[in-house]
């Protein structure tokens, strides 16, 4: 707290201050001064400022919340009081936790608050895998714009079209945001997720079904309507679980028709398929339109078994797990090439035509 | 309270694809002309659909960086905006090269949205072509004894694909600078391929008129042109073909003026922008280029 802070409280003590057990109001015989500890009444100009240095926590902490954060109605108001649990633990429990750090985790980030001087607070941001790693280890960022290079390309440098695909970059920290700048650094690692957050605790969250996105689609997208609501479930469990995107879903097919898929555990909600969804769902109804056909193979029970492991190990991501000469997996990549070597053939597995009729 | 944004189409393969519209944005955001400067995309994130409720000014300025009038910008970007009551004749736009802006309330946010008119259609952008052919040779007054190429995508899917390109070859020819100015086209005649029989100038510039480097300017164009069998390969600047020198510039959104075209267009809208234009000019100043 600083006599700057002071001389805000003061001024705005004429219309009234009431922000987290802290009130100060003017009537006619003076100022009223409380907080939940203590209350004074009938206070001079100079008699409530005493007061108020004598409570530096609840002065400061009016302070950041009115004047540093800019009040309630906000986005940012009320992810900055969620990181540091304002609505959970009073002002003096806040303090003391703040002192040593409150840290919360937002999809892979993890944001710690601490005190700054004055009661600001100081934001640290990184990766949640970097929790422990010392600053000095990390690549350390200043300018919330970088954050977009951040966001660009996986660990193993692959780009990534989703921001909140479980795959953001780990060996890089900003130490020292303050609330705007972490807002806004969060904002371009995962954008909209902090506003729609802010939205669905509200009650204000719009969400946008998926038939009612199907028929605002034009051009090459118009046909995703087509999709059926089989495909659409196996669609939503191909690419809206936790292991592939971190948004919770709260779209299903329309208001009535909710999806067995699971809707995901972050904090922040999916109010819409993403324009990859809408992508992969073209795709998806493509593929729909084939009529299925019957093939006969040769191919050992394991064999079979192989050829589901190699599905399920590209479906996971696994592919890079596989150690080289894991023999026993069917997925490694040896086993694979040994498969493609005895049963393929110029006209794939088995040498069996795909469409035979081209080949009478 | 002002914002802009700049919606682009961005790629859910190609991470260049997103590059100019960051690098303008930041290029403007330095300016200070705005209280926020965002970037949305059609395929990345922000989406065009949730872009609006990021910013917190009222008054909001949205300028497509994109070439044309067309699919784009008269259907997907005011419908994903959720802009209340677009209709393409609000532009007033009936050559197709035209449009200017239009103001709407967008249906899930409290504030007021000015609608622009695509950078690629501005007349500015017939100096950032200009700009480029210099940038490229290195030549602040590169003209005499050179020809123009503007390449345009080209599509019969959408007619003002190439009026925007006719539009600048013929304000650029009528600046009277280089020798010859000839639009070609990927998907229509005349064609990339044949460029150098449009030209009798010895040396020819080249410019894409496409917002980012990606498949179609480092990929199939130099092939096109006849400047490397194996795009892989690279090419040169200059490169040697049928006796032309040929300058082949990539991608003009790259170009750093770029940001001054973006800006114009939100100051018509009625941005106040100060002399954020002087500064864009001051920092997008020729550069010298060639390899």
């Not at chain 1, 969250?205 to 090459?220: C, K, M, N, P, S």
Request: with cysteine.
């Amino acid at each position: 707290m600083n006599d700057a802070q002071v001389g805000a409280l003061v001024e705005a003590a004429e219309e009234g201050v009431e922000v987290d057990g802290l009130r100060v109001t003017r009537v006619d015989e003076g100022y009223r001064f409380e907080t939940p500890e203590t209350i004074h009444r009938g206070l001079s100009e100079s008699a409530l400022r005493s007061v108020a240095e004598e409570s530096p926590w609840f002065v400061s902490n009016w302070h950041y919340w009115t004047h540093v954060v800019e009040g309630p109605e906000r986005a940012r108001y009320d992810f900055l009081r969620w990181v540091e649990g304002a609505d959970d633990h009073d002002v003096p429990k806040r303090y003391e936790a703040l002192s040593s750090g409150v840290t919360r985790e937002w999809g892979q980030l993890s944001i710690t608050a601490t005190l700054a001087d004055d009661g600001l607070r100081r934001y640290d941001l990184r990766h949640g895998a970097d929790r422990d790693v010392s600053e000095e280890d990390l690549e350390t960022y200043v300018d919330p714009l970088d954050a977009r290079g951040i966001a660009t390309y996986d660990d193993d440098g692959r780009y990534r079209p989703l921001s909140t695909a479980p795959t953001l970059r780990t060996g890089w920290v900003y130490p020292d945001l303050d609330g705007r700048a972490l807002v806004e650094t969060v904002e371009f690692l995962y954008p909209a997720t902090v506003e729609n957050w802010h939205r669905e605790r509200r009650g204000e969250l719009d969400v946008t079904h998926f038939r009612e996105t199907a028929e605002r689609q034009t051009g090459i997208y118009s046909i995703v309507e087509g999709l059926t609501v089989e495909e659409l479930e196996a669609a939503a469990e191909a690419c809206c679980v936790d292991s592939q995107c971190l948004k919770r879903r709260m779209w299903d097919e329309d208001e009535e028709t909710p999806l067995r898929v699971p809707r995901g555990e972050e904090a922040f909600p999916c109010r819409e398929p993403c324009s990859l969804f809408v992508t992969a769902a073209r795709k998806f109804v493509t593929l729909g339109r084939e009529e299925t056909r019957s093939y006969e193979f040769e191919l050992t029970p394991t064999e079979k078994e192989q050829v589901e492991a190699i599905v399920d190990a590209v479906a996971d991501g696994r592919v890079g797990e596989i150690r080289e000469a894991d023999l026993n997996d069917g997925a490694n990549r040896y086993r694979a090439r040994y498969l493609r070597a005895l049963r393929g053939g110029e006209h794939g597995l088995s040498d069996t035509p795909t469409y035979p009729e081209d080949h009478d | 309270m002002q914002a802009l944004v700049i919606v682009a189409h961005g790629s859910h393969l190609n991470p260049d694809s997103s590059t100019p519209t960051y690098d303008h944005a930041d290029a403007i955001r330095a300016t200070g002309a705005f209280d926020e400067v965002r970037e949305a995309f059609w395929k990345e994130e922000p989406s065009f659909r949730e872009v609006l409720r990021t910013v917190e000014s009222e008054e909001v300025y949205v300028v497509p960086l994109f070439i044309s009038e067309g699919y784009f910008t008269e259907q997907v970007i005011p419908r994903e905006m959720r802009l209340e009551g677009w209709e393409v004749s609000d532009w007033d736009s009936e050559d197709g090269v035209s449009a200017t802006f239009a103001t709407y309330r967008a249906n899930d946010v409290e504030k007021t949205i000015h609608y622009c008119g695509p950078a690629g259609t501005h007349e500015v952008m017939s100096d950032v072509i200009v700009r480029r052919a210099e940038s490229v040779t290195g030549d602040p007054d590169v003209g005499e004894g050179f020809g123009l190429a503007i390449i345009g995508h080209g599509t019969e899917r959408n007619e003002n694909s190439a009026k925007a390109i006719h539009y600048h070859t013929d304000r650029i020819r009528g600046m009277d600078r280089f020798d010859e100015v000839e639009a070609v086209f990927m998907d229509e005649e005349p064609e990339v391929d044949e460029v150098t029989e449009f030209f009798s100038a010895p040396e020819i510039v080249v410019v894409p008129l496409f917002v980012a480097d990606g498949f179609h300017t480092q990929e199939d164009i130099p092939e096109d042109l006849g400047l490397t069998d194996d795009f892989r390969e690279g090419y040169p600047v200059p490169g040697e073909v049928d006796g032309h020198r040929i300058w082949y510039a990539g991608a003009v959104g790259t170009e750093s003026l770029m940001a001054d075209v973006i800006l114009e267009r939100a100051a018509e809208a009625g941005a106040e922008i100060g002399d954020a234009r002087e500064r864009i000019g001051e920092r997008s100043a020729p550069s010298v280029a060639g390899e």
